[in-house]
C-alpha cells in the first residue's frame, strides 16, 4: 500500500515520515490526496541526479498541446516544457529578467521592508506576520517589477491562494485560474499600447536572432513569474521567522550577528524549503534508482525539503545551523530548471532579515507551536499565519 501523503499529520511535521523513507531507500510509492499513485524520491543524491536526467521529462514526451486558453496558460512557460522549447524559452526571459534589473530592485526593496515595519502595531499587540510583512514584500516587490497596478493586488492575492491551494480549492480553481489569465491578458495589451520600464513590457519586446515570446508563452510566463515570484518568499520568510523564534536563542545570535544573515537565509531554505517537491515529472522510459526501477510513462515527484534533510549530505541536517559553512541545499532545484528569481528571493530576504532583526530585536512568538498550522499539499510549504509580538522597536 503506497503512503497517504494527503495525511494532515503528515504535513504538520514531515520531518519524522522522510527520515524514515529515507532509511528505507532513496525512492517509494506515495498516494496523493488526488488518489493519484506516484513515485518519490527522498534522498539528495538521487533527487540531484532526477533532476537533471531527461528521462524526467516535463511532458513525458507527449507532443500534444493543451487546447484551452486556460491550460496553455498553466503549461506554456519553461517550468513545465522539455529542451529544446524550455532553452529557447529561458532564453527569451533572461533577456528581461537580468541581474541588473534585480539589483536596481534593491533600494525600492528597501523602501518597502521599512514602510511595512513602520506600520507595525504599537503597544505589543500580537499580529499576523505572514499577513503584515511575509505577504505584503514581495508581492508588493513582484508586482512592481512586473508593472501591475497596486489597487489588483488583492484580487491577485486571492486567485493565488487557491491555485495554489491544492485538492481542497479544486472546485474554485477553474474560475481562479480563468480570472488571472484574463487579467494577464488584459495586463499585456495595455502594455502593448503603452510600453513602460517593467518586466512585463520588457517580455513583450525581448527578440533573441529574431525570435520572441508568443501570446500564449508570454500569459504562461507572466503566470509563473506572479505565483512563483511572491508564493516562495512569502514562505522563506515566515518559515525563517518561525525558526528563530521558536528557539530563542537562535534569534537573539542573528540580532547580535547580522553578518550571519546570508548563512542564515540559505539554512532557512534547506531546513523548511519553500518548495517542498518539484513540480512533477513523468518517465519517458524505464528508470532503476537504488534497488527499484520506476516503470516508463509513471509520476514522479523530487523531495526537495527531504533531500535537504539527507544526513549523509549535511552533518547534523535535522538542526537548525545558522553558520553551516557548506549548504548545497537543493531549494532552488538543480540543473536547467533551477530557479531563475533565486537572486531576487536572496536579496528580498536578506533585507527582510535584517530589517527585522535591527528593528524589532524584542520580536516573539505569540502562538504555540503546537497551535501553528501549515498550508496543505506538497508543492509548497508555508505556515497559513504566524502570529508574532513586535515587542519595543530599536
Known amino acids: 500500500m503506497p503512503d497517504n501523503l494527503a495525511d494532515p499529520a503528515f ?127 514581495p508581492i508588493q516587490v513582484i508586482c512592481e517589477l512586473l508593472g501591475i497596478p497596486a489597487d489588483d493586488r488583492d484580487a491577485f492575492r486571492a486567485w493565488s491562494n487557491i491555485i495554489v491551494g491544492g485538492v481542497a480549492y479544486r472546485d474554485q480553481f477553474p474560475g481562479a485560474a480563468a480570472a488571472m489569465v484574463g487579467y494577464i491578458q488584459g495586463l499585456l495589451a495595455a502594455r502593448r499600447a503603452e510600453p513602460g520600464d517593467d518586466l512585463l513590457s520588457g517580455l513583450i519586446q525581448v527578440r533573441d536572432s529574431g525570435d520572441s515570446l508568443t501570446e500564449d508563452e508570454l500569459v504562461s510566463m507572466v503566470f509563473l513569474l506572479l505565483i512563483a515570484g511572491h508564493e516562495t518568499t512569502v514562505n522563506l520568510i515566515g518559515n525563517g521567522v518561525y525558526l528563530l523564534l521558536s528557539r530563542r536563542e537562535r534569534w537573539e545570535r542573528l540580532c547580535a550577528e547580522p553578518a550571519l544573515i546570508p548563512a542564515a537565509i540559505e539554512e532557512f531554505l534547506r531546513y523548511e524549503s519553500p518548495v517542498e517537491t518539484a513540480t512533477f515529472r513523468i518517465t519517458s522510459e524505464p528508470v532503476t534508482i537504488g534497488d527499484r526501477t520506476i516503470p516508463a510513462h509513471a509520476p514522479v515527484l523530487i523531495g526537495l525539503l527531504s533531500a535537504n534533510h539527507d544526513e549523509a549530505r549535511f552533518p547534523d541536517a535535522a538542526e537548525v545551523v545558522l553558520d553551516r559553512p557548506q549548504n548545497p541545499h537543493l531549494a532552488f532545484g538543480h540543473g536547467i530548471h533551477y530557479c531563475l528569481g533565486a537572486p531576487l528571493a536572496r536579496l528580498e530576504a536578506q533585507i527582510a532579515f535584517t530589517g527585522l532583526t535591527s528593528r524589532y530585536p524584542g520580536l516573539a512568538l505569540a502562538a504555540a507551536e503546537s497551535d501553528l498550522a501549515w498550508r496543505p499539499g506538497l508543492l509548497l510549504r508555508g505556515l497559513f499565519t504566524l502570529p508574532v509580538t513586535p515587542g519595543q522597536p530599536a
Open 11 to 137: 504535513h504538520a511535521n514531515p520531518h519524522p515520515a522522510y527520515a524514515s523513507w529515507r532509511r528505507e531507500g532513496p525512492t517509494r510509492k506515495v498516494r496523493l490526496a488526488s488518489g493519484l499513485e506516484a513515485w518519490l524520491i527522498t534522498r539528495y543524491d538521487e533527487a540531484r541526479q532526477a533532476l537533471t536526467d531527461p528521462r524526467f521529462s516535463k511532458n513525458g514526451g507527449d507532443d500534444n498541446h493543451p487546447s484551452s486558453a486556460i491550460d496553455r496558460a498553466l503549461s506554456r512557460h519553461m517550468l513545465a516544457v522539455d529542451p529544446p522549447d524550455h532553452t529557447r524559452l529561458r532564453r527569451l526571459v533572461s533577456a528581461a529578467f537580468t541581474a541588473r534589473r534585480i539589483e536596481a530592485m534593491r533600494p525600492r526593496i528597501e523602501a518597502i521592508t521599512a514602510e511595512l515595519l513602520d506600520a507595525f502595531p504599537s503597544g505589543g499587540a500580537p499580529f499576523d506576520l505572514i499577513d503584515a510583512f511575509a505577504f505584503p514584500l
